[in-house]
């Protein structure tokens, strides 16, 4: 069953026309975390949540928002898609306690900007 | 900050082969994690290490945790067709730090 949830799996959206996209976890662990992929890269971090504590990294841009209404869902806005927003986009939660543990991905979200 | 170097980048094998794959870092990292990525999929976590000198397998997957804690490996033994991906290692530097810093990825085909 699957633990980490990401909707939709492909999001086809214009120029500049905000999206957002959602993520859901049936771990009740405390952190999730949002990446980038591009074609053939490692997943970059954009950002991560520790329960309500929002970490950002710090060459994320402006463009990308994220929000954790609850422990469960946590979302990616983003406000004006570009064409070079264009990627795979990777939600991922960790227990996160201080012996860090695993993290575990969703199957990701296919970003097509036209 | 930090950087996960992994070589090779890509491997072509034949099926049967064993492979092996590592990872190297600039800095000391606390935690391991080697994941597997197929195509339009999201990573899949295949094994973790938490002690430096830590050797660990998952079936034909065999991982260790490098003494300087600077490196870790990945070896697959006598490869299959559904090995064929994209396998990430990934790490954090301290415990309590939640960020995971990705390796460059190792593509791996296999030839029939």
């Known amino acids: 069953d699957a633990m980490v949830i990401q909707n939709p799996r492909y999001q086809v959206t214009q120029f500049g026309k905000p999206v957002t996209l959602s993520c859901s976890q049936t771990l009740n662990h405390n952190v999730m975390y949002w990446y980038q992929q591009k074609s053939s890269q490692a997943p970059k971090l954009l950002f991560h949540?520790?329960?309500?504590?929002?970490?950002n990294e710090a060459d994320t841009p402006d463009n990308f928002q994220s929000r954790r209404p609850n422990t469960s869902f946590c979302f990616l806005d983003i406000r004006s898609p570009g064409l070079g927003d264009a990627a795979m986009y990777l939600c991922?939660?960790?227990?996160?306690?201080?012996?860090?543990?695993?993290?575990?991905f969703g199957q990701g979200t296919r970003l097509t900007v036209v | 900050g930090q950087q996960l170097n992994q070589s090779p980048q890509s491997m072509f094998i034949q099926e049967g082969e064993d492979v092996s794959m590592n990872c190297t870092s600039s800095?000391?990292?606390?935690?391991w994690l080697w994941y597997k990525q197929d195509p339009g999929e999201g990573p899949v976590l295949l094994i973790a290490?938490?002690?430096?000198?830590e050797l660990t397998s998952n079936g034909r997957l065999t991982a260790q945790f490098g003494i300087t804690r600077k490196d870790s490996f990945l070896n697959i033994s006598a490869s299959i067709p559904s090995d064929v991906g994209i396998y990430f290692c990934a790490g954090r530097t301290n415990f309590g730090n939640e960020k995971l810093t990705f390796g460059t990825g190792t593509r791996l085909t296999i030839i029939p």
């Open positions: 800095s000391i990292f606390n935690t």
């Open positions: 991922a939660t960790s227990r996160g306690k201080v012996f860090s543990t695993e993290a575990f």
């Open positions: 290490l938490y002690k430096a000198g």
């Open positions: 949540y520790y329960d309500k504590d929002f970490n």
